[in-house]
């Protein structure tokens, strides 16, 4: 049984003073804490709902919002000659195996000379969400779509966001079109933006995806059934990996954050697995950067006020010189992404082990990204870690709000109209998207805590491998690798970020994701 203020297994104080069960009696602990949990998933939603309304957020839709919800009845269906049919292309959307909001889909097309054109179609959700209705309110509101294990939250309501302005396969809907063709070597050579219909011809999902290009698996199902797809995905693939290399040697950064998801059987969480970059993930990042740049550079063009999303060049560059110096890195006195890309590539292929925790500190240290309004005529500040200088984001407007505003502002300067917001609303808007995106990340952030610590609540007691992550004030930090979670550590001599332990769990917290271990051995 546990008691306020008791001392953990080994007659240990709790490391954080009492926040939670600390269980004398090893044995006894997962009866209890499967009477304490018996609907785990239902929990963590529960939690979810009350970290989105202590950060801000509004986890419901407001009644006004679902009345206008009743009286939309089908997919967006315009037509004129500004709107061109591309419906018999070869478009294929690729996304995680659980998405069910596609925003985007691609095609390509091999041109005279080795060059390719590739067109990226997002989803016109502007059709049906028109400014200032309610709907478009509760998404001002929250500005982006927050993921959980347990419960999604999103920035739509999900009649829309996985039906009638997703893109969903065998469907035929609105959407924007970006035209981009490059050179052999990666490089852009014309660039457009138009408005056409398109279909779905496969939806297909990243690790499958990823599988086959490496030669791990076979060809997804859903592309096999449709003529020409094998050949559009090598191509597209072929294109995304020299763009990549090109924004490498340009000196976009290549982190490996920690992202572990939960996995569910019914109600238990019965895993959680951390979320791997690969083939598929990076083909779609690349084509997506691609095309938010396009559109900033037309906005710019059109000498029209825009929203751009950047990572100002780091205030705190010193610290990372110092950090880098720490394992032998040498870099330059003044920001520069390319020295610090050579850097983290050196240290990926040295220490992949201690590589996210690296990658970590080194995001921290850059500062998070942010949202502003570029006027005509205004600087450019670009975004250091992707070494661009033009991104706008406009590529998932069903989840996140800033993407549906480009959408508007780029309909209104193909059309010729006024901008649909003043210079002053977009400033509002971009402060807005900024500080919600943060407690939207902070909300997720503490759910993940929460779903490590609800698996390991049973496991008390047992013995983990895992690496030291943080020592400061007092405090030492440490992230188990089987399952993926991080918690807070009683050493039993001074450790060093990096050094490998063996972590005894002692107590978890569910409902303040807490996980503390104590060192053996």
């Known amino acids: 049984m546990a008691f306020p203020g008791a001392r953990g ?116 959700v502007d059709a049906l969400v028109k400014k200032n209705t309610p709907i478009d309110r509760h998404a001002e509101h929250n500005t982006t779509s927050v993921y959980t294990s347990a419960r999604i939250f999103p920035m739509l309501p999900e009649k829309l966001s996985t039906n009638l302005t997703s893109l969903n396969p065998g469907e035929e809907r609105l959407a924007m079109v970006t035209e981009m063709d490059f050179a052999p070597d990666g490089s852009l050579r014309h660039a457009r933006i138009h408005r056409a219909q398109v279909h779905n011809k496969a939806q297909l999902a990243y690790d499958a995806v990823s599988a086959w290009i490496d030669g791990q698996g076979p060809l997804p199902e859903a592309a096999a059934a ?19 290399a090109n924004r490498r040697e340009q000196g976009a950064l290549e982190f490996q954050t920690f992202q572990p998801r939960a996995v569910f059987e019914g109600e238990d969480v019965v895993d959680i697995r951390q979320q791997e970059q690969n083939r598929a993930r990076q083909l779609i990042e690349e084509l997506m950067v691609a095309a938010n740049g396009v559109t900033a550079r037309y906005l710019r063009s059109q000498r029209r006020a825009s929203l751009q999303r950047v990572v100002r060049s780091p205030e705190r560059w010193a610290r990372i010189v110092e950090v880098a110096a720490d394992r032998g890195g040498d870099l330059p006195p003044e920001p520069d992404s390319r020295a610090l890309e050579l850097f983290l590539a050196r240290e990926h292929r040295r220490d992949p082990l201690r590589f ?110 895992g690496v030291v992550t943080g020592v400061a004030k007092g405090k030492t930090w440490v992230r188990i690798f089987s399952p993926p979670a991080e918690g807070l550590l009683m050493p039993l001599q001074p450790l060093q970020v990096g050094q490998r332990v063996r972590a005894k769990l002692q107590s978890t917290n569910v409902e303040r994701g807490f996980i503390d271990f104590e060192q053996v051995g």
């Open 226 to 244: 449709v003529p020409g797809m094998e050949g559009q995905l090598r191509t597209q693939d072929s294109m995304a990996q020299q763009l990549r």
């Open 356 to 465: 996210p925790d690296l990658s970590l500190t080194i995001i921290k240290l850059m500062g998070r990204g942010e949202y502003v309004v570029e006027v005509p005529g205004g600087s450019k500040l670009g975004h250091f870690g992707l070494a661009v200088k033009d991104y706008s984001h406009s590529t998932a407007p069903n989840r996140r709000f800033p993407d549906l505003i480009t959408q508007r502002l780029l309909k209104a300067t193909l059309a010729g109209e006024h901008a649909p917001y003043s210079t002053a609303e977009l400033q509002h808007l971009a402060d807005q998207c900024t500080r919600q995106e943060d407690a939207a990340n902070k909300v997720e952030r503490r759910l993940r805590k929460s779903e490590a610590a609800l698996l390991l609540e049973s496991r008390i007691g047992e013995v983990f491998d």
């Open 9 to 124: 297994p080994g007659g240990l104080a709790h490391p954080r003073g009492y926040d939670g069960p600390v269980y004398l009696h090893q044995e006894t602990a997962p009866a209890m804490n499967r009477a304490l949990h018996p609907h785990q998933k239902a929990e963590l939603a529960d939690l979810a709902v009350a970290a989105m309304q202590e950060r801000g957020l509004q986890p419901e839709f407001p009644p006004s919002a679902l009345r206008q919800l009743d009286d939309i009845k089908a997919p967006g269906d315009e037509a004129g000659p500004d709107i061109a049919d591309l419906t018999h292309l070869l478009w294929c959307s690729i996304d995680n195996d659980d998405s069910r909001d596609l925003d985007q889909l691609s095609v390509s097309e091999v041109l005279p000379g080795g060059g390719v054109r590739l067109l990226v179609a997002i989803a016109d």
